[in-house]
């Protein structure tokens, strides 16, 4: 069986590690039979498309950001919130899967889009890399025009800044030519892999304000249409998927701190300055979010299903 499955919304190393380690397992299992053929960037259309050309058959699977278009789905955007708790990459895997599967989120994207959530991109906490006078205090940030996405986008506003939400590959022009001031990415791996470490003149380094889910979905007709083998080596390779992505993270990190402490500036902030961010940029940002959804289904209950998964 041959399934040109997906498309990735990125074209470089980034987190297509797992669906190069997905690709790979899958076709050397069954000796060639089972092909899951990627597609990069925008080939097969814009990413704020992509649930709908699920949905119309174009392809099978994506990877998708609920971010870059949260009107189609609401109840996946509780991921999306700054500052849950969250403390390391399995830890956020759980708490992904348990969101990814619950009955109201689940239930949502079935109805809506036919795809259900495969797997998590776990993608790490965000970081900003910016340009002109660096934000060293909360203060700083007060009239800056930064990229951001989510709940990060909302925290990011209490601030005082103006949000802009291009996607990712409109990035680079933007910082370069100074219609953002600083972007917001999962560090460290993204910055580098979009280069916006190339024209960046400062990193901030433990503001650490929450991350944005874009998980692998897939198309439930193409899914219900796999024999019951290839579905558990899909799962199998799931878990080879989970493996590159944890160990390419780490490798970025590695190479891309070091390198940007020589000639960026590095942003640390006190104990006492992000403690105050959580409390003027945490709960308000909850507190909308659960009055923004209430009407459409019980978000009191979902949020807290978050942090019961992070238990």
């Given at each position: 069986m041959k399934s040109p499955l997906g498309r990735s919304n990125h074209s470089k190393v980034k987190n297509t590690g797992f669906a190069k380690a997905w690709a790979k397992h899958v076709s050397e299992k069954t000796g060639g039979n089972f092909k899951i053929k990627i597609f990069y960037g925008d080939q097969l259309g814009g990413k704020k498309q992509n649930l709908d050309n699920i949905k119309a058959g174009v392809f099978k699977a994506s990877k998708v950001c609920w971010a870059y278009h949260p009107g189609k789905n609401q109840s996946m955007t509780v991921l999306n919130l700054p500052f849950l708790p969250v403390r390391n990459f399995d830890m956020q895997r759980r708490v992904a899967e348990a969101i990814h599967k619950h009955p109201i989120s689940s239930g949502e994207v079935k109805k809506k889009w036919n795809i259900m959530a495969f797997s998590s991109s776990n993608l790490p906490q965000y970081e900003f890399l910016g340009r002109g006078d660096a934000p060293t205090s909360l203060e700083g940030w007060k009239g800056m025009t930064v990229r951001a996405?989510?709940?990060l986008a909302r925290a990011m506003?209490?601030?005082g800044t103006s949000i802009s939400t291009m996607t990712a590959t409109e990035v680079y022009q933007a910082i370069d030519r100074g219609a953002a001031d600083a972007v917001?990415?999962?560090s460290t791996y993204a910055h580098s892999a979009y280069k916006i470490d190339e024209v960046a003149e400062w990193f901030t380094s433990n503001l650490s304000p929450g991350t944005n889910d874009c998980p692998n979905v897939i198309s439930l007709t193409a899914w219900n249409k796999l024999p019951k083998q290839y579905k558990s080596l899909m799962y199998e390779a799931r878990e080879s998927g989970y493996a590159a992505l944890k160990a390419a993270y780490s490798a970025k990190d590695k190479v891309n701190l070091p390198k940007w402490r020589k000639y960026l500036k590095e942003v640390k902030y006190s104990d006492?300055?992000?403690?105050k961010f959580r409390k003027v940029?945490?709960?308000p940002v909850y507190d909308q979010w659960l009055a923004a959804n209430k009407s459409k289904f019980?978000?009191?209950?979902?949020?807290?299903a978050v942090f019961a998964a992070a238990k």
């Amino acid at each position: 069986m041959k399934s040109p499955l997906g498309r990735s919304n990125h074209s470089k190393v980034k987190n297509t590690g797992f669906a190069k380690a997905w690709a790979k397992h899958v076709s050397e299992k069954t000796g060639g039979n089972f092909k899951i053929k990627i597609f990069y960037g925008d080939q097969l259309g814009g990413k704020k498309q992509n649930l709908d050309n699920i949905k119309a058959g174009v392809f099978k699977a994506s990877k998708v950001c609920w971010a870059y278009h949260p009107g189609k789905n609401q109840s996946m955007t509780v991921l999306n919130l700054p500052f849950l708790p969250v403390r390391n990459f399995d830890m956020q895997r759980r708490v992904a899967e348990a969101i990814h599967k619950h009955p109201i989120s689940s239930g949502e994207v079935k109805k809506k889009w036919n795809i259900m959530a495969f797997s998590s991109s776990n993608l790490p906490q965000y970081e900003f890399l910016g340009r002109g006078d660096a934000p060293t205090s909360l203060e700083g940030w007060k009239g800056m025009t930064v990229r951001a996405l989510g709940g990060l986008a909302r925290a990011m506003e209490k601030l005082g800044t103006s949000i802009s939400t291009m996607t990712a590959t409109e990035v680079y022009q933007a910082i370069d030519r100074g219609a953002a001031d600083a972007v917001s990415f999962p560090s460290t791996y993204a910055h580098s892999a979009y280069k916006i470490d190339e024209v960046a003149e400062w990193f901030t380094s433990n503001l650490s304000p929450g991350t944005n889910d874009c998980p692998n979905v897939i198309s439930l007709t193409a899914w219900n249409k796999l024999p019951k083998q290839y579905k558990s080596l899909m799962y199998e390779a799931r878990e080879s998927g989970y493996a590159a992505l944890k160990a390419a993270y780490s490798a970025k990190d590695k190479v891309n701190l070091p390198k940007w402490r020589k000639y960026l500036k590095e942003v640390k902030y006190s104990d006492a300055e992000l403690a105050k961010f959580r409390k003027v940029a945490g709960q308000p940002v909850y507190d909308q979010w659960l009055a923004a959804n209430k009407s459409k289904f019980d978000s009191k209950a979902f949020l807290d299903a978050v942090f019961a998964a992070a238990k």
